[in-house]
Nanobody, 121 residues
Framework: EVQLVESGGGLVQPGGSLRLSCAAS????????MSWVRQAPGKGLERVSI????????NYADSVKGRFTISRDNAKNTLYLQMNSLKPEDTAVYYC??????????????WGQGTQVTVSS
């Protein structure tokens, strides 16, 4: 059974940092691209970042570029998102998702339960 379990969310002041983790199980983690996707209150899903399986190349939404860093530890089956210089507009539920395939856009087949990130003074 595939499981994705996020952790590390919480309340942080503007300008602060958080590190999210996503523990994966039930599949060969190193064989799949992985992504962080967020949903802000009252808004749709936004892909924050993705890390590819083959070369570890990464891609970021313009809204987080230069502030967030995605990484993976294949030995620990864990995906990370280091978030620095957080802004109130980063407030959202953050999900990790397993990439099924890419065809002009990314398609996901499994999602975690999400972790809440709130940026507020």
């Amino acid at each position: 059974e595939v499981q994705l379990v996020e952790s590390g969310g919480g309340l942080v002041q503007p300008g602060g940092s958080l590190r999210l983790s996503c523990a994966a199980s039930g599949f060969t983690f190193s064989s799949y691209g992985m992504s962080w996707v967020r949903q802000a209150p009252g808004k749709g899903l936004e892909r924050v970042s993705i890390i590819n399986k083959d070369d570890g190349s990464t891609n970021y939404a313009d809204s987080v570029k230069g502030r967030f860093t995605i990484s993976r530890d294949n030995a620990k089956n864990t995906l990370y998102l280091q978030m620095n210089s957080l802004k109130p507009e980063d407030t959202a539920v953050y999900y990790c998702a397993k990439v099924l395939y890419y065809s002009g856009t990314y398609y996901y087949d499994y999602w975690g339960q999400g972790t809440q990130v709130t940026v507020s003074s």
